[in-house]
């Protein structure tokens, strides 16, 4: 307790980073310094590489030398063991930095008669502590003891000594111990270490396999409770811290193109915000990852770091298609612009692929994430946890600022708008791809579902994809309804020959009407020429008339000057009444 | 720095390669390792008188060595000849044990 209060800072106690990328913020800090840790898991969890990572760490990183006493494997084999993880141990060992202590235990070469004690164990281990100034020790496993040596209550003294040694010279160690049963170690050492236990675990989950750690107690010092899922890969141990999900995200106000003017101009001409996260779903071969391209060529061509995750092509795959509709993708691979990583859902458990995701953005610095598809993710992983982890996902990358591009295979039968993780609240813009089946063919449609604080178009496009990208077209929406494709080319061929035929008609009337203005000017100029051949006919017979009149009052004055008749002013009278009318 | 104790006086005795080379580590004048001494010096006279070579090995003074014949607990004595190596831990109080220990008498018999 003395060693407490010596090594007490206002945080608490005193912590000794281990290095491994996540375990440090999990446990704020590091292992508690001068203190032993427990390791404990069942066989295979990954307990001997956290502690020789512990110690590899600890000497190149913190410049803290290392002893590890191993009582399962050679100093070779260990080597041998870590060689895969890049780490030197020889050349550590060279260097001083490390010592390695093969412990070998073989009961059937050993006779046991009356008192002893384990004393020279203290002293290699102390002999290798000395040579090398160590700060770190690693026990692995020590409780080979117990199958080497029968009596228990010598050992269990001796271990209770051990331990006390340790706290002593103020060494930071790693014990681990192997987990069987209902309690956390074979032999119940865990009652000699009580600052810090951490347990792994490995559990196969649909012949799915998860790694998790858990640190399940730590005196003195906060610590996340939370069964934290790691990953063992070609640099060791990684542990996914998750952040605590508290929704103080900065926001940024940068609209970012996607890479289709049209879309764009559907997102109020600017695009997306950049730091949100961006839903593409759709049924199958709707162009959900062909949208996803031009939004990560955009970026490339910003000069923007992206990083596509793909889970149903490998890399050559999506940058061959994706040069079929003249996106060439490979060149921003070559100026190291763009990094793929592909894996099939199922080849990991899905923490796993978070984890993955987690380091290469880290080592990365993508400005922008592009995941194709999530849906996939179900594969490994139940829906509650593929949500759960998702939504650690998305709010990991809004931390950082990168604006996350998911692709989400819709079911066909179901609404276009559920999906199946049921993450519309985690999305701020969502893009909703349908096919628009009718008159014998299937046709692409576009619209936005919703964009948080992007004032957007209503509309639904048709989007086509062409050899140099993806062109959207506006949709026919004529007196039929809402037309697509080839039926829209039709009902727009349709529309023209009406128009056409009106035009026609307007001709042919005009022209009709002039004909007969014609027609009727011509009977017009004939109806005068029969007038004025009337009337001229109608003249000559007037004079006709006329002259036989005037013979006619010639013969009768004739006739009266032969008969002498006078004539009275009577018949005068009644005659030039009737010879006039 | 070790102790050598060397029985057999007659030096090139017939015996030939039949030497029993024994090493006992020890850490430090403990009264275990003390009385590991006396019971291992009162067997080797009982049993194999003149043939016997013992060297005490103290780690203390000596760390670096408990490594090479894998030394865990104190005191530890190791048969190093006649092959194959041996190890018997403890104070060596138990004559019978010691005696199996060190294939001076077949084992099943001893307690």
Known sequence: ?581 | MSTRLNSSNDAGDGAGNDTWELRLYVAGQTPKSLQAFANLKRICEQHIPGTYDIEIIDLLKNPQLARGDQILAIPTLVRKLPAPVRKIIGDLSNTERVLVGLDLRARGKGA
């Open chain 1, 1 to 581: 307790m003395e060693k407490t209060t010596k090594s007490s800072t206002a945080n608490g106690i005193l912590k000794c980073p281990t290095g491994i990328r996540g375990l440090d913020e999990i446990t704020l800090g590091g292992l508690p310094r001068g203190r032993p840790t427990l390791v404990c898991g069942n066989a295979g969890c990954g307990k001997t590489l956290l502690g020789m990572q512990f110690l590899v760490q600890g000497a190149s990183l913190y410049d803290e030398p290392g002893v590890c006493l191993s009582f399962e494997e050679t100093a070779e084999e260990l080597a041998a063991n870590v060689t895969s993880l890049g780490f030197d141990l020889n050349d550590l060992i060279a260097r001083n930095k490390l010592a390695v202590d093969y412990v070998y235990i073989e009961p059937s070469e050993m006779e046991e008669t009356g008192e002893y004690d384990l004393e020279a164990l203290f002293v290699r281990l102390g002999h290798a502590v000395d040579s090398i100034g160590a700060k770190r020790v690693l026990l692995d496993s020590i409780e080979a003891l117990f199958a080497g040596l029968s009596h228990e209550s010598v050992l269990r003294a001796e271990l209770r000594r051990l331990f006390r040694w340790l706290k002593e010279r103020d060494l930071t160690a790693v014990v681990t111990g192997e987990r069987a049963g209902a309690g956390l170690t074979r032999h119940g050492i865990e009652e000699y270490i009580s600052d810090c236990v951490i347990l792994l675990d490995h559990r196969v989950t649909e012949s799915v396999s998860t790694r998790r750690l858990r640190v399940v107690k730590y005196r003195g010092s906060v610590h996340g409770t939370n069964e934290y899922p790691f990953l063992i890969d070609t640099d060791g141990i990684s542990v996914l811290p998750v952040t605590t999900l508290d929704l103080k995200h900065a926001a940024l106000e940068e609209q970012i193109s996607t890479g289709i003017p049209a879309l764009d101009a559907m997102f109020g001409g600017k695009g997306v915000f950049r730091g949100s996260s961006v839903l593409i779903s759709g049924t199958a071969g709707t162009g959900k990852t062909t949208l996803a391209a031009h939004f990560v060529d955009a970026a490339c061509a910003r000069g923007e770091r992206c990083v596509i995750y793909s889970f149903e092509e490998s890399p050559d795959e999506v940058v061959r298609n994706m040069s079929s509709i003249g996106l060439d993708l490979g060149r921003w691979i070559k100026m190291n612009l763009l990094c793929f990583h592909a894996a099939r859902p199922t080849s990991h458990g899905l923490e796993t692929h978070l984890i993955g995701l987690h380091k290469m953005v880290t080592e990365f610095q993508p400005a922008n994430v592009v995941i194709d598809p999530i849906s996939a993710l179900l594969h490994s992983g139940s829906i509650s946890e593929t949500t759960n982890m998702l939504l650690r996902t998305i709010d990991f990358l809004k931390g950082e600022h990168i604006t996350a591009v998911m692709t989400a295979l819709t079911d066909p039968g179901g609404a276009p708008e559920r999906t199946d993780l049921g993450m519309s609240s985690l999305i701020d813009t969502w893009v909703l791809l349908r096919n628009i089946e009718s008159g014998g063919e299937r046709n692409r449609g576009i619209y936005i579902l919703k964009a948080r604080g992007i004032s957007h178009s209503n509309q639904i496009r048709e989007f086509v994809l062409t050899d140099h990208g993806i062109d959207l077209r506006e949709v026919y929406v004529g007196a039929d309804g809402f037309v697509t494709g080839s039926a829209r080319v039709a009902q727009e061929a349709k529309d023209e020959s009406e128009a056409l035929l009106i035009r026609q008609n307007i001709e042919r009337r005009k022209s009709s009407l002039d004909n007969k203005r014609k027609a009727l000017e011509a009977q017009i100029t004939a109806l005068r020429a029969r007038v004025e051949s009337e009337e001229q006919y109608a003249g000559q017979l007037i004079d006709q008339e006329q002259l036989k009149l005037k013979k006619l009052e010639g013969d009768r004055k004739d006739i009266k000057i032969s008969r002498n008749l006078k004539t009275t002013p009577a018949m005068e009278a009644a005659r030039g009444n009737g010879g006039r009318k």
